[in-house]
C-alpha cells in the first residue's frame, strides 16, 4: 500500500479554528494575490503577454472564457468571463408553473440532472406544504447518489483529460469512467425512460416508480462500479505524473474559500467538515449515517482524494437504501395533468438547500400572490455552487504556470449550464 | 491503380466504383469518387459543445458507440475539421464566435445541428439572450432532433450526413433539410447489449403519453391535426 500513500498524512496536520471553523493551519496564506491588481504595477520592465482561453477551448468545460496576463510562461492575473451560456432560466421560471418548471432546471446542471429537480421541487414542497411519502424520499435518495456518482464518474474522465491529452495517456481514464457511466444511465433509463433529462421528481413526489427488478440490477451495478474504484486507484493515485501534475498545485485556502461562498468537494479538500447531507438532512439522510469524505491538503490531488472517497460513499448509501425501500405510494398528491395543478397560497420567500455533486445547491422560491398566477412562482432563485468555484481562479491561479490552470480549473468541476443559467 | 487480380474475394468499398479491365492489373475510377468516398469515410469533427448535448457527444466518442468506427475523430480545432458538430444551446453572446470558427474551416465542409437547442432553441427561443436556431445565422445540413439526442441517434445523423455528402459529391440535388416537426418523441428504443423486457417499453410509451391533455386523446384513438412543417431556407449546404 506504500503505492497509496498520500502526500498529505492527515496525522501530522496541525489544525486551528478561524471564525468558529476548524481549519488546517498550513493552508492559511498570508498574502493572497490581488485579483484586482492594475498589471501597469506590476514591473514596469516585464514583457507580458494577454492570452484568451475559450470561449471555444477543450478544456474549460463548456464555454468559458478566461483571460490571462502571462510573464512568460507564468500566469500573473487571470479574470474569467461568464455569460457565454445565459439562458435566462430564472426569468422563465416567472412564466412558467411549478409543474413546468422542473424540465427547465434539468439543464442547468447538464451532468447531475436530477440533482436539480430536487432542489427546486424541494422548494416548492416547502412553499406548498406538501408532504413527501417515505418511499419517494427514498427513491429520491437513492437517485441522488447514482447522480452524484456518475457526476464525479464524469469528472474524473475529463480531468484526465484536461491533463494528458486524448493523445496521451488522459485519454485512458476518460474512456474507463465513460464505460461506468453508461451502466448508471442505463438504470435511469430503466427508471424514467430517458438517459439525461428525466423529469422524474414532482411536487409531492416522484413520477416514476421503480421497476420489478430494478433494485437488484442497481445493486448488482454499484458492485461493479465499487470493483471498478478501485482500479481507478490503481491506475491514477499511484501515477507519479499524475502526482506530479496535481500535488501541491491550486492551493486553496479554506478562510478565502468560505468567504466566497465555496462549499461541496472543493471546501471539504481544504479540510474544512460542511456536508449538507449530514448537517442538514432532506430527503432520506436522516434515516442513514453519511461519512464526510475531507483531505487537509486543499490542492489538486486532495480534491481527486474528496472525490474518489465521496464515490465509494455514494455507492455505499445507494446500495443500503436499495436493501431497504419501503412500501407505499410515490406522491403525496394526484397525479398531475394540468400545469396549473400545484398551486401556493400564499408570497412568502422559502429556502431549500441540497448539496450537489459541486456543492451547495439552494433555491430560493417566492409565491405569487395575485390569484390568477397562484401556480406561478413569483420570484425563483437558483443558487449555483459552479458560480462561486469560478470565483477562485483570480486568487489561486496567479503564480502558477499556464498548465497548471488547465488543472486547476478542471479540478474545481465548474459547469457552465449552472454557472450562467 | 493496380488490382491484384489474384485476390479477387477482397472486398473494400473502393472496388465498387472500379472498372476492371480485361486482361489488365488496372482498374480505373475517378478523382471525384476517390475524394467522395475519401471524405465521407474520414470525417474529422469539430465538437462546437455548449451544453448538456456535448456530455452526449463525449458519451458517442466513447467505448459503447464509438463514433471512431465511422472515421470520426475529434479534433480541438476547426482548421483541421470537415464537420461542425452544434451540441448545445448558442447564446447571441456566443453566436459570433459560433460563426467565426465555422468560417475558419476550411472547405468542404458540413454542420450537424445536434440536439432541440441548436435546432430551434427548443423553449429557450423566446428568451431574450438564446438564438432560435443555428440555422439563422449558418447553414446546417443535418438535422439530429432530441434532448439530447441519444448517442445511436448521433450516429443515425452522420450516417446521413454521409449519404449526403455521397449525393453532393456526385453532383446530385439533394433536397435541403428542414427543422423537424416539433411534437411528442417516442421514448428511446432498447439498444445493442441491452436486454429490456418490452412491458417497460410499453408503460414508458403511456406514461409519456398520458401526461397532458393531447396525450389523453391520443390514448383514446382520436387523431390530433399536425402542424403543417415550415421549411426553413437553410442555404446551400456548404460546398462551394
Known amino acids: 500500500m506504500s503505492l497509496h500513500a498520500t502526500p498529505h498524512p492527515k496525522d501530522t496536520v496541525k489544525w486551528t479554528t478561524v471564525g468558529g471553523v476548524r481549519v488546517p493551519v498550513h493552508l492559511l496564506i498570508p498574502n493572497l494575490p490581488d485579483p484586482f491588481m492594475d498589471i501597469e504595477d506590476y514591473e514596469p520592465d516585464a514583457d507580458l503577454m494577454v492570452l484568451n482561453m475559450g470561449p471555444q477551448h477543450p478544456s474549460t468545460h463548456g464555454v468559458l472564457r478566461v483571460k490571462l496576463v502571462l510573464d512568460g510562461e507564468v500566469c500573473v492575473k487571470v479574470t474569467p468571463y461568464l455569460g457565454y451560456l445565459h439562458r435566462g432560466v430564472e426569468k422563465l421560471c416567472e412564466k412558467l408553473s411549478y409543474v413546468q418548471i422542473t424540465p427547465i432546471v434539468d439543464k442547468n446542471d447538464y451532468v447531475s440532472p436530477m440533482m436539480n429537480e430536487l432542489a427546486i421541487n424541494m422548494a416548492f414542497e416547502k412553499l406548498i406544504g406538501a408532504e413527501v411519502p417515505r418511499r419517494a424520499r427514498y427513491i429520491r435518495t437513492i437517485c441522488a447518489e447514482i447522480q452524484r456518482l456518475g457526476s464525479h464518474l464524469l469528472w474524473l474522465g475529463t480531468f484526465g483529460l484536461d491533463m494528458g491529452g486524448a493523445i496521451g495517456g488522459g485519454g485512458s481514464i476518460f474512456m474507463h469512467t465513460f464505460r461506468e457511466r453508461e451502466l448508471l444511465l442505463d438504470l435511469f433509463e430503466?427508471?424514467?425512460?430517458?438517459?439525461?433529462?428525466?423529469?422524474?421528481?414532482?411536487?409531492?413526489?416522484?413520477?416514476?416508480d421503480i421497476p420489478a427488478g430494478w433494485a437488484a440490477k442497481a445493486t448488482q451495478v454499484l458492485?461493479?462500479?465499487?470493483?471498478?474504484?478501485?482500479?481507478?486507484?490503481?491506475?491514477?493515485?499511484?501515477?507519479?505524473?499524475?502526482?506530479?501534475?496535481?500535488?501541491?498545485?491550486?492551493?486553496?485556502?479554506?478562510?478565502?474559500?468560505?468567504?466566497?461562498?465555496?462549499?461541496?468537494?472543493?471546501?471539504?479538500?481544504?479540510?474544512?467538515?460542511?456536508?449538507?447531507?449530514?448537517?442538514?438532512?432532506?430527503?432520506?439522510?436522516?434515516?442513514?449515517?453519511?461519512?464526510?469524505?475531507?483531505?487537509p491538503g486543499g490542492d489538486c490531488f486532495s480534491r481527486y482524494v474528496v472525490r474518489v472517497d465521496e464515490m465509494r460513499e455514494s455507492i455505499r448509501i445507494a446500495t443500503e437504501l436499495l436493501a431497504g425501500v419501503p412500501e407505499g405510494p410515490i406522491c403525496s398528491l394526484k397525479p398531475v395533468k394540468l400545469p396549473g395543478a400545484v398551486k401556493a397560497k400564499h408570497g412568502q420567500g422559502v429556502y431549500s438547500s441540497i448539496e450537489s455533486p459541486r456543492g451547495e445547491l439552494g433555491t430560493f422560491v417566492v409565491g405569487n400572490t395575485v390569484?390568477?398566477?397562484?401556480?406561478?412562482?413569483?420570484?425563483?432563485?437558483?443558487?449555483?455552487?459552479?458560480?462561486?468555484?469560478?470565483?477562485?481562479?483570480?486568487?489561486?491561479?496567479?503564480?502558477?504556470?499556464?498548465?497548471?490552470?488547465i488543472v486547476t480549473l478542471g479540478s474545481l468541476d465548474p459547469i457552465m449550464g449552472e454557472v450562467d443559467r | 491503380?493496380?488490382?491484384?487480380?489474384?485476390?479477387?474475394?477482397?472486398?473494400?468499398?473502393?472496388?465498387?466504383?472500379?472498372?476492371?479491365?480485361?486482361?489488365?492489373?488496372?482498374?480505373?475510377?475517378?478523382?471525384?469518387?476517390?475524394?467522395?468516398?475519401?471524405?465521407?469515410?474520414?470525417?474529422?469533427?469539430?465538437?462546437?459543445?455548449?451544453?448538456?448535448?456535448?456530455?452526449?457527444?463525449?458519451?458517442?466518442?466513447?467505448?459503447?458507440?464509438?463514433?471512431?468506427?465511422?472515421?470520426?475523430?475529434?479534433?480541438?480545432?476547426?482548421?483541421?475539421?470537415d464537420v461542425m458538430v452544434i451540441a448545445?444551446?448558442?447564446?447571441?453572446?456566443?453566436?459570433?464566435?459560433?460563426?467565426?470558427?465555422?468560417?475558419?474551416?476550411?472547405?468542404?465542409?458540413?454542420?450537424?445541428?445536434?440536439?432541440?437547442?441548436a435546432i430551434s432553441g427548443d423553449f429557450y427561443r423566446d428568451i431574450y439572450s438564446v438564438v432560435p436556431g443555428v440555422d439563422t445565422f449558418m447553414p446546417v445540413d443535418v438535422y439530429v432532433p432530441g434532448c439530447p439526442p441519444n448517442p445511436d441517434h448521433l450516429?443515425?445523423?452522420?450516417?446521413?450526413?454521409?449519404?449526403?455528402?455521397?449525393?453532393?459529391?456526385?453532383?446530385?440535388?439533394?433536397?435541403?433539410?428542414?427543422?423537424?416537426?416539433?411534437?411528442?418523441?417516442?421514448?428511446?428504443?432498447?439498444?445493442?447489449?441491452?436486454?429490456?423486457?418490452?412491458?417497460?417499453?410499453?408503460?414508458?410509451?403511456?406514461?409519456?403519453?398520458?401526461?397532458?391533455?393531447?396525450?389523453?386523446?391520443?390514448?383514446?384513438?382520436?387523431?390530433?391535426?399536425?402542424?403543417?412543417?415550415?421549411?426553413?431556407?437553410?442555404?446551400?449546404g456548404g460546398d462551394s
Not at chain 2, 51 to 75: Q, V, W
Not at chain 2, 89 to 97: D, F, N, Q, S
Not at chain 2, 155 to 164: I, S, T, V
Open chain 1, 190 to 208: 430503466d427508471l424514467t425512460g430517458c438517459r439525461f433529462h428525466y423529469n422524474t421528481h414532482t411536487v409531492g413526489g416522484n413520477r416514476h
Open chain 2, 155 to 236: 450516429l443515425e445523423g452522420f450516417r446521413r450526413l454521409q449519404d449526403k455528402i455521397k449525393a453532393k459529391r456526385a453532383g446530385e440535388w439533394v433536397e435541403p433539410e428542414t427543422r423537424p416537426v416539433s411534437g411528442m418523441q417516442m421514448p428511446s428504443v432498447p439498444r445493442y447489449g441491452t436486454d429490456r423486457d418490452p412491458a417497460y417499453d410499453q408503460a414508458q410509451l403511456m406514461a409519456t403519453q398520458n401526461m397532458g391533455l393531447g396525450g389523453e386523446l391520443l390514448a383514446a384513438g382520436v387523431t390530433l391535426p399536425q402542424p403543417a412543417p415550415q421549411p426553413v431556407q437553410s442555404g446551400e
Open chain 1, 223 to 295: 458492485a461493479v462500479i465499487s470493483k471498478r474504484c478501485i482500479e481507478y486507484e490503481d491506475f491514477v493515485r499511484g501515477n507519479k505524473v499524475f502526482q506530479a501534475r496535481t500535488v501541491g498545485v491550486g492551493i486553496i485556502d479554506p478562510v478565502l474559500a468560505i468567504d466566497l461562498g465555496i462549499s461541496g468537494p472543493v471546501l471539504r479538500a481544504s479540510g474544512v467538515d460542511v456536508d449538507l447531507r449530514r448537517d442538514q438532512p432532506y430527503a432520506a439522510y436522516d434515516e442513514i449515517a453519511v461519512n464526510v469524505a475531507t483531505d
Open chain 2, 1 to 81: 491503380m493496380g488490382v491484384d487480380q489474384s485476390n479477387q474475394n477482397f472486398e473494400h468499398p473502393l472496388f465498387e466504383y472500379m472498372e476492371k479491365m480485361p486482361g489488365l492489373d488496372l482498374a480505373m475510377t475517378t478523382a471525384d469518387k476517390i475524394l467522395s468516398w475519401g471524405s465521407r469515410n474520414s470525417m474529422f469533427v469539430f465538437p462546437m459543445a455548449t451544453s448538456c448535448c456535448g456530455i452526449e457527444f463525449m458519451a458517442a466518442a466513447c467505448g459503447r458507440f464509438d463514433l471512431d468506427r465511422i472515421g470520426t475523430i475529434a479534433r480541438g480545432t476547426p482548421r483541421q475539421c
Open chain 2, 88 to 117: 448545445g444551446t448558442i447564446t447571441v453572446k456566443m453566436a459570433p464566435r459560433v460563426k467565426k470558427l465555422w468560417d475558419m474551416m476550411p472547405e468542404p465542409k458540413w454542420a450537424i445541428a445536434m440536439g432541440s437547442c
Open chain 1, 371 to 405: 390569484r390568477r398566477q397562484s401556480a406561478i412562482p413569483y420570484r425563483c432563485k437558483i443558487r449555483s455552487p459552479s458560480m462561486h468555484l469560478l470565483q477562485l481562479l483570480p486568487y489561486i491561479c496567479p503564480g502558477n504556470n499556464i498548465s497548471d490552470i
